[in-house]
């Protein structure tokens, strides 16, 4: 039978794992929003505006959430719940990366505007990005219990001694 570690997670870190995806969810949530209301004004889905045009977030952005859902652990609150150390520390800074990019993008998008108020997206998304970054960091392993598990991510049990 072959075991491999993995982490057990403790609270902090499954409500750290539920906070990020949350931010993920919510970004996608605004990008849809956005490409919903493209032809219209939104304050909660525009970045900013001026007399003549509206900047939206555009539908390029799809993939920063798709990546950030797809690297990070999913942690879900349940008894026996343990994440693989195998990768886990990689998917971390990974998913660390992309929000930090989707921040940079933001900020580089948003300070190119000359002459445009900002609008409620602008807020909403940072807020968004800044609060998963931190989530995720929140996950990092550190005092987390190694244990051995098998294939289907149970700890095997051990025979009682005679």
Not at 41 to 50: G, K, M, Q, T, V
Not at 59 to 68: D, V
Not at 72 to 81: I, Y
Request: charged fraction near 15%; include cysteine; glycine fraction near 10%.
């Amino acid at each position: 039978m072959e075991l491999r570690d993995a982490y057990v997670p403790s609270l902090r870190v499954m409500l750290a794992s539920d906070v990020a995806y949350l931010c993920a969810i919510g970004l996608l949530i605004g990008l849809l929003g956005s490409g919903l209301t493209w032809w219209e004004r939104s304050a909660l889905f525009d970045l900013a505006e001026n007399s003549l045009q509206t900047v939206k977030i555009g539908m390029g952005f799809l993939i920063g959430p798709i990546a950030i859902l797809t690297a990070l652990p999913l942690l879900l609150a349940h008894p026996g719940q343990v994440a693989l150390t195998r990768f886990y520390r990689t998917r971390l800074l990974v998913g660390a990366a992309l929000w930090i990019a989707g921040l940079v993008i933001l900020v580089a998008k948003v300070s190119a505007l000359d002459g445009y108020t900002l609008r409620a997206g602008t807020f909403v998304s940072a807020g968004l990005l800044i609060v998963g970054l931190l989530a995720t960091l929140a996950m990092w392993p550190s005092g987390l219990e190694v244990v051995s598990v098998n294939r289907k991510g149970l700890i095997p049990r051990r025979p009682a001694p005679r």
